[in-house]
T-cell receptor
C-alpha cells in the first residue's frame, strides 16, 4: 500500500509564475489536507478537502492560493503569481475519515521562489 | 482554536541516553499525534494517541487527556533518532486540520 505521494519533490519558480503541487492520497483515503512549513517552524494547516468539495479553507491565504480534489486524479494546490514569501515546504496529508482519524503525510514539495 | 506547546525546544544527548519530550494542549482533543521529522524533511508517524499509552520498540507515548498533556519517551537513543519531534492535536473546534507545536529539536551525539 503506497503512502501519500507528492510531486514534484522540489520546485523552483521565478516571481510571478504559477506553482502546481500534486498529492495522491493513500489508497482508501478520501480526506486530504494541505499544510505549509516555513523554515524552523511547525506545520500550519491550510485547507481540508474531500472529493470534489472544499470542507475548510480557513488557513489558506485569501489571494493567489487555491486547492482542488477532483473526482478523478490527485489533489492540486495552486499558487498563482508566486512571491519570495511563498518559499516553503508544502505537505499533503490524507486520512480515512475526518480530522479525528490518523493522518499520514507525504514527503512534501519544497518550493523555492527566485 | 487549540494551542499546542512543546518542551524542551532543543535537546542534545549522548547515544544511549533516555529522554522525555512533553506536549501541552489547551483543549480536549479528538486526535493527538507524534511525528518525527528526519534530517531529509520526511514526517514519520510515531503514534496516534488521543488518550492512553502505547509502545513501539524503544519509543513509547502517554496522553493524559484530562490533564491536557502528552509525553514521548525515547530510550537508548541512537544517532538516527536525531531530528525534530512534533506533537499535533485536533480538538474538533476551529480549523479542521491538526494544530502543530513548534517541535523539539533532538540531537544525539555518538
Amino acid at each position: 500500500n503506497a503512502g501519500v505521494m507528492q510531486n514534484p519533490r522540489h520546485l523552483v519558480r521565478r516571481r510571478g509564475q504559477e506553482a502546481r503541487l500534486r498529492c495522491s492520497p493513500m489508497k482508501g483515503h478520501s480526506h486530504v489536507y494541505w499544510y505549509r512549513q516555513l523554515p524552523e517552524e511547525g506545520l500550519k494547516f491550510m485547507v481540508y478537502l474531500q472529493k470534489e468539495n472544499i470542507i475548510d479553507e480557513s488557513g489558506m491565504p485569501k489571494e493567489r492560493f487555491s486547492a482542488e480534489f477532483p473526482k478523478e486524479g490527485p489533489s492540486i494546490l495552486r499558487i498563482q503569481q508566486v512571491v519570495r514569501g511563498d518559499s516553503a515546504a508544502y505537505f499533503c496529508a490524507s486520512s480515512p475519515g475526518q480530522s479525528f482519524t490518523e493522518a499520514f503525510f507525504g514527503q512534501g514539495t519544497r518550493l523555492t521562489v527566485v | 482554536g487549540i494551542q499546542v506547546e512543546q518542551s524542551p525546544p532543543d535537546l542534545i544527548l549522548q547515544e544511549g541516553a533516555n529522554s522525555t519530550l512533553r506536549c501541552n494542549f489547551s483543549d480536549s482533543v479528538n486526535n493527538l499525534q507524534w511525528f518525527h521529522q528526519n534530517p531529509w524533511g520526511q514526517l514519520i508517524n510515531l503514534f496516534y494517541i488521543p488518550s492512553g499509552t502505547k509502545q513501539n520498540g524503544r519509543l513509547s507515548a502517554t496522553t493524559v487527556a484530562t490533564e491536557r498533556y502528552s509525553l514521548l519517551y525515547i530510550s537508548s537513543s541512537q544517532t538516527t533518532d536525531s531530528g525534530v519531534y512534533f506533537c499535533a492535536a485536533y480538538s474538533g473546534g476551529g480549523a479542521d486540520g491538526l494544530t502543530f507545536g513548534k517541535g523539539t529539536h533532538l540531537i544525539i551525539q555518538p
